[in-house]
């Protein structure tokens, strides 16, 4: 069983940046693929960006690519979405997941833990 608690969302500008981060429990983090999933009032979720166990690979949805970069620290359970030049359209809650994999999948049917979310506002 693993336990996801996303934090760092917020209320910023367009242009601005957060630091969105999920805290996992359990000493099998090193052994799940993570991603990052969103959701927008009216909309299905999207996947935004996942990463390899290793961190080796990643991989963005068009949209954010070149303005958020994941990352993970194995050694403190955690894994981080940096979110550079924010949009109004990136406004949603984000979701953090891990897959019972060493690959990562935009598929979110294919992660297995889900964090509680947490709200990003970019205002324009």
């Known amino acids: 069983q693993v336990q996801l608690v996303e934090s760092g969302g917020g209320l910023v500008q367009a242009g601005g940046s957060l630091r969105l981060s999920c805290a996992a429990s359990?000493?099998?983090?090193?052994?799940?693929?993570m991603g990052w999933f969103r959701q927008a009032p009216g909309k299905e979720r999207e996947f935004v960006a996942g990463i390899s166990v290793s961190g080796a690979n990643t991989y963005y949805t068009d949209s954010v690519k070149g303005r958020f970069t994941i990352s993970r620290d194995n050694a403190k359970n955690t894994v981080y979405l940096q979110m550079n030049s924010l949009k109004p359209e990136d406004t949603a809650v984000y979701y953090c997941a891990a897959r019972r994999s060493s690959l990562l999948s935009t598929n979110d049917e294919r992660y297995d833990y889900w964090g509680q979310g947490t709200q990003v506002t970019v205002s324009s």
């Open positions: 359990g000493r099998t983090f090193s052994s799940y693929a």
